[in-house]
């Protein structure tokens, strides 16, 4: 098979060194009977270390030109040729009965909706492994008060809990991107199983730091929530969004749920 040039339009970036991929391995810790999802396998760096194990195996490549190899290399695993913001995560649930894990490399221009995504299905996910640009996974590990906490770190710690496993240069990659990246490992936590108060969480979350200058009393009032009356509220709105934890947060969507209309 002649060489493949990564994508930009798909955000590819080839790992290539083995030392990081056996470390990405050793953070997964692969057993029998899982059920992975990989996301993005190209040239098969991660692949080849997994399908070892006697696992229901699913590969994600949106890009056609490497399946050819990749079903070659790879007789035993199910590869699915599609987008995967796109794919039906419940049915891979229901065909296998077991709990969905989450690995690879993913696109950094979809990294968000790829995180959304997972939220969407917590119930029916056990952890994820991703690699993600070293500030996003800043942010997705933050602790309250500090300048990376925002949105997804709330949301993560709201889901689960995450972990920055360790950074990793860009050197490492072909071709060599502008940012360093690192590995996080995502843990979801099984009680979140009330959907709509998952979805009101969100949205305060979201609402919440609409504007990271203003107290919440301001973002709140020019958010979809302009019309709830938070004088009542036990959380106090003089803050900023940074200055809440997760339990506030709570307690603010369960007010809002109280409250809103309809």
Do not use: W
């Not at 690879?104 to 299905?121: A, E, H, R």
């Not at 690699?131 to 709330?154: C, H």
């Not at 709509?196 to 969480?201: A, D, K, L, W």
């Not at 609402?207 to 959380?235: E, M, P, Q, V, Y």
């Amino acid at each position: 098979m002649s060489k493949i040039i990564p994508l930009k339009r798909f955000g590819q970036n080839y790992l290539q060194d083995q030392n990081i991929i056996r470390k990405i391995i050793s953070e997964i810790k692969p057993k029998e009977n899982d059920v992975i999802i990989e996301i993005g396998p190209g040239e098969g760096a991660l692949t080849q270390y997994l399908v070892d194990y006697n696992s229901a195996f699913y590969a994600v490549e949106i890009d056609k030109r490497v399946i050819d190899n990749l079903t070659n290399r790879f007789s035993e695993i199910k590869i699915i040729q599609q987008d995967f913001l796109e794919i039906d995560l419940p049915d891979i649930f229901q065909e296998n009965k077991n709990k969905i894990r989450i690995v690879g490399n993913i696109p950094y221009n979809i990294t968000s909706p790829i995180i959304f995504k997972l939220f969407d299905n917590n119930t029916i996910i056990e952890d994820a492994v991703l690699m993600v640009q070293y500030e996003v996974a800043k942010r997705m590990t933050a602790k309250t008060g500090t300048k990376d906490y925002g949105i997804l770190s709330v949301l993560l710690n709201y889901f689960g809990k995450s972990e920055l496993a360790f950074k990793v240069s860009r050197n490492v990659f072909y071709p060599k991107p502008n940012v360093d990246s690192a590995v996080v490992h995502l843990y979801f936590d099984e009680k979140r199983t009330d959907t709509e108060f998952n979805s009101i969480f969100k949205s305060v979350v979201k609402s919440s730091f609409g504007n990271r200058r203003k107290i919440l009393k301001n973002s709140l009032s020019n958010s979809i929530f302009a019309d709830i009356d938070f004088s009542g509220c036990s959380i106090d709105l003089s803050n900023r969004a940074e200055q809440l934890n997760v339990d506030d947060f709570i307690n603010l969507a369960k007010f809002v749920q109280q409250n809103k209309s309809g």
